[in-house]
């Protein structure tokens, strides 16, 4: 590629005519610098102007085209202050049509008498007449034929006419064949346009077909670089060697656990056996719904290892989460004489000293923890394998953290928000996915509703309910956001307080992310203890935490948050001999919320709740970008194009097999690099 070429495309978008440092500075807020930035902001639709309509046959509230001479000089009326009119006729074989503008006496001031326009706009009907409110309009050339007008995404203070002028200056800027990151043998074989007709053709298609051809290129040429990139993270992991765990035995294992595994955790299990005893280090995604078991398989893990003479460390999101996990195993463990050490950032100095001091020397075989485990300081003896429980709260670069705390242990991740198949195989494709499908035992599905305001004395008597039969309540409000109090969201302490004159003889607390971890675990352990009957909390108990004298969850302003976030929050219901409810407030807040609502209603399966809400949201929003660190498709349907996803699987694949490091292919690397950097990940 020549230079000359590179710096066009680099060129700052002010140095486009009529883009100022004003407007410069609005298109930062859309992330656009350079011309390069504006060549990837794709329109979000088009307007069809090729599809000429004759008068006579145009339909009321469409946008349409029309080809028409103007039959009357425009003719301005001033209706009143600031506000005047301008009207003309004009004309086909067919018919006649009136063009209106409000307040746009210039533009409709180049219209001349007898010269044919093409016009453009939604057609309206005033008496029997036919009108157009402010169409655009362009000069008809011989035989012109019309356009197809690109809409773009805008943000304030740039309009389509600024979109239009910078994506033809960057359009101007000539792509080289060779700047294309797909393989021509691929686009043959898919039958895709190369780069740079794809990019002309999405911003200036000359119809609709070229448009399809050109999102489906650039669709692919995503997918394909998440795919290649994800590939050779996996392929880098895989050349390491790592460590063989030779006794795999667990039966004393299983001995101290007080219930039968399910066939689906011993599957988990299994693989991880396996895992252990290859020469790779393990690097595996344990999917599972809410309550399928999967703290069993990380224990499993953390036996085995400790069985071949490792360490173990579980991190979990929250101090909560971690205490509870370190209350629940470290009994299992103490009876097999393997102990079990909890490190987290509100333990006292003292406490820290001792346990950072048994980690170090090799004492701690168990080190359960919270994202204290990868700071600096802590340091293993012998780390063998390591679990990250709750993955979608951690990043890859926090994972990789805490991998590095030993020499290439093997690595489990959990998670229970669990995706469609090919999703995860892509979206996880540096791991080894295992899939948790089968809950354990006499589990009851917890009841939910979704209720409006109307419900509310029902339900607070509902409450009342529970607790007499000696159930608890857990009650969530959505988090308080900064400049958000405006909002009038029920921050906890306001709402717990009013809690408490309806319900004044019922106990009750209050859970919040602005409190010291010490108090939360207090508040935490009050309540598992049965010592308080009602815990409002805002979303610090969305993940793992585990009271199975719980049985109702009420979730205020439920409509605000995602279907997975929700289905994680009934989780926290249900978990033991009690028959279980859920309501979610905020059925009353629309039609689109009671329909997102309602299916939660309709399914305690988590793999469809995943499903119903990748489709709402798509998959940027639903992984949270900065949490997982790995791109976000910006052009893909995660629902729709399945096959696509599959096709660029395969060709990664298949081209990594030929050519590992791409060597061969110097484009396609950088701009995987770039994407993977891009979101904040590290690629290596
Ligand atoms: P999650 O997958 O949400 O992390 P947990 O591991 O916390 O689920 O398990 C939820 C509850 O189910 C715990 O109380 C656990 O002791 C119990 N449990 C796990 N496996 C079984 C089983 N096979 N049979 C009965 N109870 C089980
Ligand atoms: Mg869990």
Redesign the pocket.
């Known amino acids: 590629m020549s230079c000359m070429i590179e710096k066009k495309l680099t060129n700052d978008v002010c140095f486009v005519k009529g883009i100022g440092p004003r407007k410069a500075k609005m298109l930062e807020k859309m992330n656009i610098h350079t011309l390069a930035d504006v060549l990837e902001t794709y329109p979000r639709d088009y307007e069809d102007r090729t599809h000429i309509t004759p008068i006579s046959e145009l339909i009321e509230g469409e946008k349409m085209a029309v080809r028409a001479v103007v039959a009357t000089q425009p003719n301005v009326r001033h209706i009143r202050k600031g506000m005047d009119i301008t009207k003309c006729t004009v004309y086909d074989d067919t018919g006649t049509l009136e063009i209106v503008y409000f307040n746009n006496k210039y533009t409709a001031a180049q219209l001349k008498r007898g010269t044919e326009y093409l016009f453009y706009g939604r057609v309206q009907i005033y008496g029997r007449q036919f009108s157009m409110l402010s169409p655009v309009h362009e000069k008809c050339e011989e035989n012109s034929k019309g356009r197809i007008v690109p809409v773009y995404p805008l943000t304030a203070g740039i309009s389509q006419q600024d979109f239009q002028r910078l994506s033809d200056a960057a359009l101007s800027c000539k792509i080289s064949e060779n700047a294309d990151p797909i393989p021509k043998n691929i686009l043959e074989k898919y039958d895709l346009p190369p780069l740079n007709r794809a990019i002309y053709q999405i911003h200036r298609p000359e119809n609709i077909h070229q448009v399809s051809k050109a999102r489906r290129r650039i669709m692919f040429e995503e997918l394909f670089l998440l795919c290649c990139g994800l590939n050779q993270m996996k392929q880098h992991r895989h050349h390491e060697q790592g460590l063989i765990f030779q006794n795999v035995n667990l039966d004393d294992f299983w001995k101290m656990i007080e219930?039968?595994?399910?066939n689906a955790?011993l599957r988990a299990v299994n693989d991880c056996v396996k895992d252990v005893q290859s020469s790779k280090p393990m690097n595996r995604l344990i999917q599972?719904?809410?309550?399928?078991?999967?703290?069993?398989v990380a224990a499993a893990l953390c036996m085995l290892a400790v069985k071949n003479g490792y360490q173990a460390a579980v991190m979990a999101p929250t101090e909560i989460l971690a205490n509870q996990h370190e209350q629940?195993l470290s009994p299992i463990f103490a009876k097999l004489g393997i102990e079990t050490v909890l490190l987290t950032g509100s333990m006292g100095v003292k406490a820290k000293r001792e346990a950072l001091e048994k980690i170090e020397q090799g004492y701690a075989k168990v080190v359960i923890g919270t994202h204290a485990l990868i700071q600096k300081g802590v340091n293993f003896a012998k780390l063998g394998a390591v679990v990250a429980?709750e993955q979608h709260r951690f990043g890859v670069n926090q994972r990789a953290m805490l991998r590095e705390k030993g020499e290439h242990p093997h690595t489990l991740v959990?998670s229970?928000t669990p995706i469609p198949r090919t999703l995860a195989l892509i979206m996880y494709g540096d791991l080894d996915v295992s899939i948790?499908d089968e809950l354990?035992?006499n589990r009851t599905p917890v009841e939910t509703y979704a209720v409006g305001e109307k419900m509310r004395k029902r339900i607070i008597a509902f409450m009342e309910k529970q607790i007499e039969d000696g159930g608890q309540v857990y009650v969530v409000c959505p988090l308080i956001e900064e400049g958000e109090s405006d909002l009038e969201l029920k921050s906890a302490e306001e709402y717990a307080q009013k809690l408490a004159k309806v319900l004044p003889h019922r106990r009750i607390g209050v859970l919040h992310g602005r409190m010291k971890p010490s108090e939360k675990d207090s508040v935490m352990q009050m309540f598992a203890s049965g010592k308080m009957d009602i815990l409002v909390a805002t979303t610090v108990i969305e993940v793992?935490v585990?009271v199975?004298n719980a049985s109702l969850m009420v979730v205020e302003d439920a409509n605000r948050f995602g279907l997975s976030q929700l289905h994680q929050l009934r989780?926290r219901v249900g978990?033991?001999k009690r028959k279980s409810y859920c309501i979610f407030f905020g059925a009353d807040k629309g039609m689109v919320a009671r329909q997102r609502l309602g299916v939660l209603t309709q399914t305690n399966d988590g793999f469809e709740v995943a499903r119903a809400d990748l489709a709402q949201r798509g998959p940027g929003d639903f992984f949270g970008n900065r949490q997982h660190g790995l791109p976000t498709l910006k052009n893909v349907d995660v629902i729709a194009d399945i096959q696509a996803m599959e096709q660029a699987r395969y060709e990664a694949e298949t081209l990594l097999e030929s050519d590992p490091e791409l060597e061969h292919y110097p484009v396609l690397k950088k701009r995987i690099e770039r994407m993977f950097n891009a979101a904040g990940g590290t690629f290596n």
């Open positions: 219930f039968k595994p399910t955790q599972g719904d809410v309550g399928s078991g999967k703290t069993l629940s429980d959990m229970a948790i354990p035992p793992g585990n199975p989780g978990r033991g």
